[in-house]
């Protein structure tokens, strides 16, 4: 990509960004994704295989997650769980479980901090401690890193790719974290536009999502995996997605 192309399209997610902050912290901003997709495929968690990365934010939670975790077992499919270190922290049996289960970790941050509030200078150190505390809780590597709310800021950009982690954001996602969503909601808008070589974005918890929100989440799931299925899609995590 050229030096040109880079800048312009780093403006678009920080623009994407400060959207998001004037829409009151939304998980992100679904009217620019067609153009983040466009942009920024590798981003966007785009590829041209014919598989669907599976990936779930927020957690560890021990109230839900295992909930996930059984889900998927029965079903065979192994996904990728963006994790909070903080709670990962706190939670080393769950999140070993999660890894001896053949799921994926990744870095969604020390908290939920939107990057665009976040005072300069700290975040690098910040994903480190995260990377660090995940990949000695778990065990394995971790190398990717979705930013919360999908906020990305030049110097979030800059930092995961310091810390070593790549970022990843999504092409589908459920508005699963609204109180508003049902599990057929979930279901239509997942499969409205996601497509072979499409990242779907799921939540395992209700951490900063409706209450019970995880229900739905849980529910859809189910039947997309089923729906995937009978299209003869694969479905994993995002390392074997390119
Ligand atoms: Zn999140």
């Not at 041209?48 to 990365?53: E, K, P, Q």
């Amino acid at each position: 990509m050229s030096r040109s192309r880079a800048v312009a399209a780093r403006n678009v997610v920080v623009a994407a960004g400060a959207a998001a902050m004037a829409a009151n912290l939304l998980p992100s901003l679904g009217c620019i994704t067609p153009l983040r997709r466009r942009v920024l495929p590798s981003l966007a968690g785009v590829s041209d295989r014919h598989h669907i990365a599976l990936t779930f934010d927020d957690g560890p939670d021990r109230r839900t997650t295992p909930r996930f975790l059984e889900l998927l077992e029965n079903r065979g499919v192994t996904a990728t769980f963006f994790l909070l270190a903080a709670h990962a922290e706190r939670e080393p049996v769950l999140v070993r479980e999660m890894v001896d289960a053949g799921h994926e970790l990744a870095v969604h941050g020390w908290a939920h901090d939107c990057l665009a509030l976040r005072p300069p200078g700290s975040l690098r150190r910040e994903l480190l401690r995260a990377r660090e505390v995940i990949e000695d809780v778990s065990g394995t590597e971790v190398g990717w890193y979705r930013p919360p709310y999908g906020v990305m800021t030049g110097e979030g950009l800059h930092a995961a790719g310091r810390a070593g982690l790549q970022t990843v954001l999504w092409s589908s996602w459920g508005v699963d974290w609204s109180a508003r969503a049902t599990p057929a909601s979930i279901v239509s808008t997942v499969s409205r536009s996601v497509r072979p070589g499409g990242t779907v974005l799921l939540h395992d918890t209700d951490r900063t999502s409706a209450p019970g929100s995880w229900r739905r989440t849980l529910a859809a799931t189910g039947a997309l995996l089923e729906r995937w299925a009978r299209a003869d899609v694969l479905v994993g995590p995002l390392r074997e997605h390119w």
